[in-house]
């Protein structure tokens, strides 16, 4: 099998789909308080927050599909590859995880002093399990950053048909979880289909398969977002009304519907986001993930000062509050990327 290389005239739509992604995310982050305020906000609020939120699950594993149909195909010495990516991903992480653990234990020790000993365990503990709620996907990146030299190899050198055969698979295994379908589990393992791998081989299929860029796939990939997105709102209203309060079943990046839709969304931006960008969507997709590690940062200030879903009617203030974290977050990484050997740490 020939591998495709993505040619550099072809790269816009991932730039804007990182965009797209990055403030999808954040929206995610402002909406999601609503969600466990179940029953104590009027439910016209909770509905809002429920559909913004239900509307952008897609993002997280967009992103590891774009880590896919970018590195996939590319032929790296391991060492060189090693030396490389994780060093774009460590050093930004560390020094953020910095930042976010220096107000963990600012916080702690106006409660209480706290000895040597307690804080290299705070210290610990932190990095470890993570500093702040959305640093699980760096943990969770760097798995995959790993498994990737290995995973190449299989993927350029394989038929297509193998590549489908592997996403069937996957696709099962993450299909058999759900309770509607766990009476059709066997004894049969195939959990080491599952995980966020399977997204960076689908990341690589749907780039490189021209059958994904017909108008047939176009048409198809407006179809999956919108029952994706559907089953997702209606299903959590759902099971939330049934229970009494939030539950966040169908929020779940490994979950079918968020499958269709992030798929939907990775194959609509192939097609029809080739147009030119501008210099600030440029910069955002480049420091992207700093934008990612730094905007929880940025949104606890502003929630500070009250900019947040209640700033007007949720759905009005929270786009307004995420574009106005977008922004403050890019300035901010722009100033650390321009101070000395900012470039290795902003992201």
């Known amino acids: 099998m020939k591998v495709a290389v993505m040619a550099e005239n072809n790269f816009h739509w991932v730039e804007n789909l990182r965009v797209i992604a990055i403030f999808s995310i954040i929206l995610l982050h402002f909406s999601g308080p609503i969600l466990y ?57 560390l020094f953020w995880s910095v930042i976010y653990i220096a107000l963990v234990i600012y916080k702690k020790s106006r409660l209480k002093p706290l000895s040597a000993a307690d804080l290299a365990d705070n210290v610990f503990n932190l990095l470890k399990n993570g500093s702040a709620e959305h640093l699980w996907y760096v943990y969770m990146l760097i798995g995959l ?15 297509q048909k193998e590549i489908r055969f592997f996403l069937i ?87 079918p519907n968020t499958l269709l839709v992030a798929s939907g969304v990775f194959v609509m931006a192939k097609n029809m986001l080739h147009c030119g960008t501008t210099l600030m969507v440029r910069f955002i997709s480049r420091y992207s ?18 900019i947040n879903y209640n700033l007007l009617h949720p759905a009005v203030g929270i786009p307004l509050a995420a574009g106005l974290c977008l922004t403050l977050t890019a300035a901010v990484v722009f100033v650390v990327n321009k101070a000395p050997y900012g470039k290795y740490i902003s992201g």
């Open 169 to 255: 698979c996957w696709f099962i295994t993450i299909a058999v979880e759900q309770p509607l379908l766990t009476g059709l589990k066997t004894a049969v393992s195939l959990s080491s289909f599952a995980g966020f791998m399977g997204y960076l081989v689908l990341g690589y299929y749907l780039s490189v398969n021209p059958a994904f860029s017909s108008q047939k796939a176009k048409t198809l990939s407006w179809l999956m977002i919108v029952s994706g997105i559907v089953i997702t709102i209606s299903g959590t209203h759902y099971l939330t009304y049934t229970d009494g309060r939030f539950n966040g079943y169908f929020y779940g990046y490994l979950k």
């Open 37 to 93: 305020l179940y029953g104590h906000v009027p439910e016209h609020i909770w509905i809002t927050g429920n559909i913004i939120d239900s509307c952008t699950r897609f993002a997280v594993p967009v992103f590891v599909m774009i880590s896919g149909a970018l590195l996939l195909p590319k032929n790296e010495e391991i060492g060189y590859y090693l030396s490389r990516r994780l060093k774009r991903i460590l050093l930004p992480f």
């Open 145 to 159: 950053y790993l498994v990737i030299p290995v995973l190449r190899r299989w993927i350029q050198h394989c038929p």
């Open 289 to 306: 993930f700093g934008i990612y590690l730094a905007h929880i940062l940025i949104m606890r200030a502003l929630d500070k000062l009250h």
